[in-house]
Structure formats: C-alpha cells, structure tokens
C-alpha cells in the first residue's frame, strides 16, 4: 500500500480548512444579511432586539413580539429524527448515503445544519443540503478541486457512520468546559470533520475566551480526545 506524501496530507487539510469557514460564513451571510442602507439613513421599521442563549433555547425579542426557539443541540432524539429525515429525501430513499468534508451545526433560531452530500444517483457531482425550520433543502452544487492526488471515492465517508446525535454530547461537553473559561462566548458551533484518504475523523468545538481560545476535538463516538489553547 502506498502512503500519501506530507505535502498532499498537509493540502488536503488546508483545503478542509477553507472548506469549513467558507462554509461557516455562507450560512451567517444567509442569516445575518448585511444592511445594504447607506450609512446615516436609519430604517424606519428598524426595532431593537436582544437575543439570550442558554444550553436549551434562544429568545428574540422585539417592541411587537418575542419568540423562543429551542436549541438544535436539546434532543439528543431529534437530532437523529433530522439524520433519518435526509433518506427520505426525493432520489435518497433506499440508497447509501455519502458525504464530503464534513457537517456543521449551528444553533442559531432553531438552528441549522449544512452537509455536503454525493449525488446516489449522479456519483460524480455533489451538492450542499441545509437543513433549518424543520426541513432539508438543497442549496447548490458542490466545485469538486484539488483532487489530483486522489479521486473523489477516497474523499467521500459513508453517513451511517456518523450519528447526529452525537453532536449533543459535544455540545454538553463544550458548555461545561466553556464555564471554566474566562469570558468564553456561547457555543453555537459544533463541526464533524472527515478526510477518509488519511483517516482523519473527528468533531471539533472552538470557544472563545476574554484571554484564549481553545479548540476541543472528540472522536466520532463524542469522546473527548484533547482540549488545547489556539
């Protein structure tokens, strides 16, 4: 069996890398639009707002109506429910699943989660699927790079191998770990990562503090393998 050369190990993870934040910041650019007024012209409809975050439910409150919505990191159960929801997708029943890079989860209204999923029926495209308010939604296609050293199978892991759920106990443990911290802000993001081609399977939890930032990686079961300063 060859092994793969430093340099392709060390690309395929920068590659993740910006995978991952380009990923991140298209889901809080879909969320958090930018104002697009010019700068000194106020929004007569504009209301102020305030948003609570705590290890079960976020609150949005305005001067006409508050809404409370619970974290997607509350059941353990539901988080599976939306696993299971993805086979029942139109051209995904009764087929296996595959995906690219990774998950993220986002508890942010209820929450969101982003996936990048192999075409069963297409083998060669991919195409990212979010999932918010209570359904799946195909977002758009996936430009498959950078795949000179290996082919897009050696890239892809199985979905059943990964549990859902299992992004609760990453979160509780995260939460706990999070009041030992000074000044650490609230966890809303929880990511699974994966490059099959060099066996690397992990989630992964970033917090930031008023002095450091940490990085707290688990193995695909939720157990803790390390927490370390960044």
């Not at 619970?70 to 995906?99: M, V, W």
């Not at 000044?183 to 809303?188: D, F, K, L, R, S």
Request: aromatic share 10%; proline share 4%.
């Amino acid at each position: 069996m060859k092994t793969c050369p430093y340099s392709t190990v060390v690309l395929l993870i920068c590659c993740l890398m910006v995978s991952c934040k380009e990923a991140r910041k298209s889901i809080e650019d879909t969320l958090h639009p930018k104002s697009q007024r010019k700068a000194g012209s106020p929004d007569k409809n504009a209301f102020s707002s305030t948003t609570t975050f705590s290890s079960s439910s976020s609150t949005v409150s305005s001067s006409t109506h508050e809404q409370t919505f619970t974290s997607i990191f509350n059941s353990a159960e539901n988080l599976d429910s939306i696993q299971h929801a993805l086979y029942d997708l139109p051209g995904f029943k009764g087929k296996k699943l595959r995906f690219l890079n990774g998950l993220y989860f986002y508890d942010y209204r209820g929450g969101m989660i982003s996936i990048d999923l192999q075409d069963p029926n297409n083998p060669e495209n991919v195409d990212t699927y979010t999932y918010s308010n209570g359904e799946w939604k195909i977002q758009k296609p996936v430009v498959i790079t950078g795949n000179g050293h290996f082919p897009l199978e050696m890239l892809l892991a199985p979905l059943d191998e990964v549990k859902f759920s299992t992004a609760k106990k990453v979160y509780d443990i995260a939460v706990e770990r999070s009041k030992t911290i000074e000044g650490a802000e609230p966890t809303q993001h929880i990511y699974f990562t994966q490059i099959n081609a060099v066996h690397v399977k992990e989630w992964y939890v970033m917090i930031r503090g008023a002095r450091r930032n940490y990085r707290i990686t688990f193995d695909v079961n939720g157990r803790l393998k390390e927490m370390r300063s960044i």
